[in-house]
């Protein structure tokens, strides 16, 4: 893992001293080494900065270092190719270090665009060449990527993080994207598309390759990767799977190399734990199947000492089955959460929708004090294996209902009235739902604003809540709710110098989890089905006893309810400028009744905290 920094100008906007300094906002990202390189196109007038910052995983030596070059051709990469070992054999340009930043560099030079296909794994690079710039993502964005592109001024900028930005002011325009604020404080949604919380700066999309032509200064792109294309041919290789245990014995081959391959580091390595299915089956794979007995495996977990918490549970259970798992636990300490809160909005860029990602900082924090650079997670698991089951339930009954499919419905389903009503309400058009948002909304947002982004909420809600086929209810989960999960562990990981790793997120196990059968995810109530199965299987059933989704939870009511004064003060203080999108003074008004009241409904206590966030945010990037 690492930052890039790419900078493309005529020479008049060229400043050496200010992209070195805005090199250095990414110096968290690659605490390891900071190098970059000019490269001068006279005959096109342009100069190209090419930066780097290295977090040192794979062949420790300087020569592994960025940006690398072979012959007209420099690359920046961040991320990390796992079958690159594999990928060598296909390289007939001769390869000097071990890392696979050189066998991305020269796969890419001997194949071209096509070689992309053949990574697995997560990147985000800009290699150039004679007269291209070409830029890629990997095909779920696990790393990020973000473009500021003016052809009239002949100005490109490609990073990792939007903080970079805000250094290169004295070149671009910096300005808030309103569009992004108001689907933000008034609906939650963020991430949805390439939009992010700055006026021309966006991400390019996951699975996409970008061209820059540096003699014309055109920018296109394309899709290298179709997800849904994929699964009708993992489809076409299932046909033959007819009984239960042929499928669990795919998924386990899938799992099991996806985790081979990403316990390739040359430096300490270890995993996430809340002590839920995914990291459980992750940590319990690991150590019976591919980790040495003689060897301590270290993992890492939040504590949020809560009376009755069955994850910690699950945790110290499997910490007494495997002698060499070794459990780092932390937690948040009183009075903590303010400081933290600074960070944590630095770090992670735009603002967030709970505190929830507290938990997660924490856990890189203390991995990273312990000396672990690597840690595997359970990331995407929710999404390819119907772990929502608050979402994907009530979604199926009203898919088998609206498609006559009766005899696929669950009994138990059809008499639970939470799932009942929750498929009454999916099953509302977009157009409506939005009314009824707004209208729980209204004694605090601006009704005109909606009128603003009205297009993009209601393909939100169109593509949240569609039932036209049985793969568009995961695709779906994959394209709105992954990209913001993935972007805050990014952030919170890097701000560490923290490579996560996530394992569900393998290309090969996504395309065979969403190729599956419906009811090897979900049957009846029961979500997550063949990973249950496989623990129960090849691990031990102990450890699916009891399984209650909770993630890395955080008090997040009482933490607000501790810190009531400091939140109250940074909206009192900033009121004028939330005028233009809130109506503040209500806001303020009802402050007490939104923190203390915990009977208060959700929708109207989150617009508080979102609108607490997203003011942090302001102060923090704009107003210091």
């Given amino acids: 893992m690492c930052g890039i920094l790419i900078f493309v100008s005529p020479n008049k906007f060229f400043d050496e001293e200010i992209l070195k300094n805005a090199l250095k906002r990414l110096s968290h990202r690659g605490p390891d080494a900071l190098n970059y390189k000019i490269i001068s196109k006279k005959d096109l007038n342009l100069k190209i900065f090419l930066g780097h910052t290295r977090l040192k995983i794979l062949d420790l030596r ?246 009755k918490n069955p994850e910690i549970k699950n945790v ?3 910490k007494a089955n495997f002698k060499n798992l070794i459990v780092f636990k ?41 000396g672990v650079k690597v840690l595997l997670d359970g990331q995407g698991a929710d999404e390819i294996l119907g772990g929502y089951s608050e979402k994907f339930i009530p979604l199926l009954l009203l898919y088998f209902i609206k498609h006559k499919n009766f005899k696929n419905i669950c009994f138990e389903n059809l008499m639970d009235l939470k799932i009942l009503t929750r498929s009454i309400y999916y099953s509302i058009p977009p157009i409506y739902k939005l009314k009824l948002y707004s209208y729980n909304l209204r004694r605090y947002i601006l009704s005109e604003k909606i009128e603003l982004v009205k297009a993009d909420l209601l393909k939100y809600y169109e593509n949240m809540y569609s039932v036209i086929s049985l793969e568009d209810i995961f695709l779906n989960e994959i394209k709105i709710r992954l990209p913001r999960l993935l972007k805050y562990v990014d952030r919170n990981s890097m701000r560490f110098g923290i490579e996560v790793r996530p394992i569900f997120l393998d290309h090969n196990l996504v395309e065979f989890s969403l190729a599956m059968p419906i009811y090897y995810k979900i049957k009846c109530k029961e979500t997550k089905y063949i990973l249950k199965k496989y623990i129960k299987t090849y691990i031990s059933e102990k450890f699916i006893k009891n399984y209650r989704k909770l993630g890395f939870p955080v008090l997040q009511d009482k933490l607000l309810k501790d810190e009531k004064k400091f939140i109250y003060e940074i909206l009192f203080e900033n009121k004028e400028f939330l005028k233009e999108n809130i109506l503040i003074e209500n806001l303020l008004k009802d402050f007490d009744i939104l923190i203390d009241n915990e009977k208060q409904a959700s929708t109207t206590k989150s617009i508080l905290w979102r609108t607490f966030i997203f003011t942090l945010w302001y102060y923090k990037f704009f107003k210091r």
């Fill in 62 to 307: 300087d020569e592994a270092n960025q940006p690398m070059c072979f012959l007209e051709n420099c690359i920046v990469y961040n991320g990390e190719i796992h079958n690159y070992k594999n990928l060598k054999n296909y390289i007939t340009i001769p390869i000097l270090t071990n890392s696979d930043t050189e066998v991305l560099l020269k796969g890419l030079i001997e194949y071209g665009e096509s070689f992309i296909n053949k990574l697995n794994g997560m990147w985000a690079f800009g290699l150039l060449s004679k007269n291209y710039l070409l830029i890629s993502r990997d095909r779920f964005g696990i790393k990020p990527l973000y473009i500021y592109y003016d052809k009239s001024k002949k100005i490109f900028i490609a990073s990792s993080e939007l903080k970079v930005f805000f250094e290169l002011s004295n070149i671009i325009p910096i300005t808030i994207n309103n569009n992004s604020v108001i689907k933000f404080l008034y609906f939650g949604i963020s991430d949805i598309n390439r939009e992010t919380f700055l006026k021309n700066v966006v991400q390019i999309d996951p699975g996409s390759i970008g061209k820059l032509d540096l003699r014309t200064f055109s920018l296109t792109f394309y899709k290298f990767y179709n997800l849904r294309s994929s699964i009708i041919k993992k489809k076409e290789e299932l046909v033959n799977v007819r009984t239960e245990k042929q499928m669990i014995e795919y998924f386990k081959e899938y799992f099991l190399n996806s985790l081979r391959i990403r316990l390739i580091s040359d430096v300490p390595l270890g995993s996430s734990l809340s002590g839920g299915l995914d990291s459980t089956a992750i940590v319990a794979s690991i150590l019976k199947f591919l980790f040495p007995e003689k060897y301590p495996y270290y993992s890492f977990t939040f504590d949020p000492r809560m009376e």
């Fill in 316 to 318: 110290e259970n499997l």
């Fill in 330 to 370: 932390t937690y948040l300490e009183p009075g903590e959460l303010r400081n933290l809160l600074w960070d944590l909005i630095y770090y992670q860029d735009e603002p967030f929708l709970s505190l929830s990602i507290a938990a997660q900082y924490k856990v890189m924090e203390k991995a990273r004090e312990v």
